[in-house]
């Protein structure tokens, strides 16, 4: 019989057509590069990879529904796990770790080490900031919203920044209730 | 083996770079958005071909150079070669990959008989929606091929010829 119920980022990253990662990492650079040439504003910069990655988030949403075969999750706590320990690690081949949960369980940390985006980035005095791996935020931002849930996604560490890790923020603001997916005919 | 990503990750990337560049920072100027996609493409296969050559003795000719471009970069990015290079001899190579990846995942419009060729910038007027589309995304393999090959010392011009779906030709021009 197959197996039931979720399976492991591990197993799913092993069974997923990959790529060389340094074209996924220079085309990132490449394209932030030219968005601080095109934008001139670092702000708008920031708000352009949320927004792109927040487009990509909603649909890669279904990429992960149908490949992890995570159905519903009983928390956001668990939820969280999930995205770290499956949704990373299944696209970016990297896993993160949760941490920093409030007392009522709607706001945490996303941990990175390893990230895969930062390869060779270095960024100079002119990029203050910038928020070079936003696209990311938007990502889950995205991803989550798509799954009812209406998140705000903040860094709180970057490693472009001199901290040790990429900490993102996960706040949970709303849960919107699931709507009957069908209406009836007026 | 170097570090890998997930496939979707580069075409989600693609795409939204796309329509990032066409749909919202450019919307129906088309004349600027391929150039910065083109421009991005060139970053990026500047970057690789540097790498890629590090420890290697320089080409000797341009054929050379070419051929690694069909052969180690091709496969560095797509896990297959160029399927057919052709030549006049004069400057001008074209390399047709038989199915190109990056195009396999894309809609195009079967009314577009005669497909459409990315040149110089250019998008021909009236066009299909789709046929647009797949012009915007082909301005960075393009760029990709112009890049790596300005890396080695080889100024030229590419420009993409999909009249043959699911086949993609890249024409090569060396500047003289």
Not at chain 1, 118 to 143: H, K, M, W
Request: charged share 25%.
């Amino acid at each position: 019989m197959a197996p039931v119920g979720p399976r492991s980022g591990d197993a799913i990253f092993a069974n997923v057509e990959r790529v060389n990662a340094e074209l996924f990492t220079l085309t990132y650079g490449a394209i932030v590069r030219q968005l601080l040439t095109d934008l001139e504003e670092v702000e708008e910069v920031n708000k352009q990879l949320d927004q792109m990655g927040y487009n990509i988030g909603i649909r890669l949403i279904d990429e992960f529904l149908a490949k992890s075969n995570v159905s519903r999750c009983v928390d956001f706590k668990e939820t969280a796990e999930v995205i770290a320990k499956v949704g990373f690690k299944m696209f970016l081949g990297v896993t993160a770790s949760v941490t920093n949960w409030d007392a009522d369980g709607t706001c945490c940390s996303i941990v990175l080490e390893d990230n895969p985006l930062v390869d060779f980035v270095e960024l100079p005095d002119t990029c203050q900031g910038l928020y070079y791996c936003n696209i990311l935020s938007g990502v889950i931002r995205g991803a989550l919203e798509m799954v009812s849930m209406k998140t705000e996604v903040t860094w709180a560490k970057d490693m472009l920044r001199g901290d040790d890790v990429f900490e993102l923020q996960v706040k949970l603001l709303k849960q919107v209730p699931e709507e009957y997916p069908y209406k009836d005919d007026e | 083996m170097g570090r890998e990503v997930s496939e979707s990750c580069v075409d989600s990337l693609l795409t939204e770079m796309v329509s990032s560049y066409c749909n919202r920072l450019y919307a129906n100027k088309p004349e600027l958005a391929a150039p910065r996609i083109e421009a991005i493409g060139y970053q990026v296969g500047h970057q690789l071909s540097e790498r890629y050559t590090m420890e290697r003795p320089r080409f000797s000719d341009h054929l050379e150079a070419i051929k690694f471009i069909c052969k180690d970069f091709w496969s560095e990015l797509f896990k297959k070669q160029i399927d057919n290079l052709k030549t006049n001899h004069r400057g001008t190579f074209v390399l047709q990959d038989n199915k190109f990846r990056w195009l396999s995942h894309m809609s195009v419009d079967p009314s577009s008989e005669n497909g459409s060729t990315v040149e110089d910038n250019s998008v021909a007027a009236g066009e299909s929606k789709a046929t647009q589309a797949t012009s915007m995304h082909l301005y960075f393999p393009c760029g990709i091929i112009r890049g790596a090959l300005s890396n080695l010392g080889i100024p030229c011009a590419v420009s993409a010829d999909i009249s043959n779906l699911p086949a993609c030709s890249f024409v090569i021009r060396i500047k003289a």
